[in-house]
Nanobody, 121 residues
Framework: QVQLAESGGGFVQAGGSLRLSCAASGRTATTMGWFHQAPGKDRELITALRLSTGNTYYADSVKGRFTISRDNAKNTVILQMNSLKPEDTAVYYC????????????????WGQGTQVTVSS
């Protein structure tokens, strides 16, 4: 299992930025990513990072605005969110898996507790 702990959510005005962090421990993940879940909607995979190659995936809704990266020294994955929109308001979950799947595959068996991001208009 991979244990995941998110931090960095909060409240921001539209057009602003937030940075989420996810500290990983336990088994080594092959891929880590972020889902978000807006009120009344299903969870959606918005970005993923293949740790061995650095390959990334972004959903169309966040492409060009969000960036996923890794801080190797801290075993942490970072989600930099810029140009935030009210529709980005959601609970954001860090995820990880120890097996290999295509990077856009939304199957993950390790989840963080979630952190709230609220974007006001």
């Amino acid at each position: 299992q991979v244990q995941l702990a998110e931090s960095g959510g909060g409240f921001v005005q539209a057009g602003g930025s937030l940075r989420l962090s996810c500290a990983a421990s336990g088994r080594t993940a092959t891929t880590m990513g972020w889902f978000h879940q807006a009120p009344g909607k299903d969870r959606e995979l918005i970005t993923a990072l293949r740790l061995s190659t650095g390959n990334t995936y972004y959903a169309d809704s966040v492409k060009g605005r969000f960036t996923i990266s890794r801080d190797n020294a801290k075993n942490t994955v970072i989600l930099q969110m810029n140009s935030l929109k009210p529709e980005d308001t959601a609970v954001y979950y860090c995820v990880g898996r120890t097996y290999f799947r295509p990077i856009q595959n939304p199957t993950y068996d390790n989840w963080g507790q979630g952190t709230q991001v609220t974007v006001s208009s």
